[in-house]
């Protein structure tokens, strides 16, 4: 009677769900209606992941599922069963930061950071698929995404020294 647990909760269904994430299998038994983002907040121990307005409008929740940019509070973990997850703690290698990582430190692009890892998630999409960006694709790309904190220009400037940085690396005619 005073165990906390009623017949509702023990009757309520699971999925399994298999998720890779930063190239880790992830498995778990779930509520259909848990969101990604708890998936891999909680789940998965990814705090990266944030979460801010849960409706879809702050773009902080910004993961990629499958190499494209998701908000993982209007997905559910059930969605992702079987795809691959990328969130901002798979972007450094061998203990570097990514370049947009570095860029975002450089330009001075935030300040509290909460908005930080969605507008780095945001912007690696947009790097794969458009390696040299105009201002306006920048922009377009983060239309997504919002900071309370910083104005944009920094965030975008940001963006354009890690696509001018990841030219650099990609072939000696950049150099
Ligand atoms: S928390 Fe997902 S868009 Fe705001
Ligand atoms: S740096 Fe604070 S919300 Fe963007």
Do not use: W
Not at 50 to 61: K, Q
Not at 132 to 147: F, G, M, Q, W, Y
């Amino acid at each position: 009677m005073s165990t906390g647990t009623t017949e509702r909760d023990e009757a309520r269904p699971t999925e399994s769900v298999t998720v890779t994430i930063n190239g880790e299998e992830v498995s778990r038994e779930v509520e259909p209606r848990l969101k990604l983002s708890d998936f891999l907040r909680d789940e998965a121990g990814l705090r990266g992941v944030r979460v801010g307005c849960e409706h879809g409008v702050c773009g902080a929740c910004t993961v990629l599922m499958e190499g494209d940019a998701v908000k993982s509070c209007l997905t559910y973990a059930v969605q992702a069963d079987g795809f691959e997850i990328e969130t901002v703690e798979g972007l450094a290698t061998d203990g570097e930061l990514h370049p947009l990582q570095e860029a975002f430190h450089e330009e001075h692009a935030l300040q509290c950071g909460f908005c930080t890892s969605g507008f780095v998630m945001s912007s690696v999409e947009l790097l794969r698929e458009t390696p040299d960006p105009s201002r306006d694709e920048v922009k377009t790309a983060l239309s997504d995404n919002i900071c309370r904190c910083t104005g944009y220009h920094n965030i975008y400037r940001a963006v354009e020294r890690a696509a001018a940085e990841l030219d650099v690396r990609a072939g000696p005619e950049g150099e």
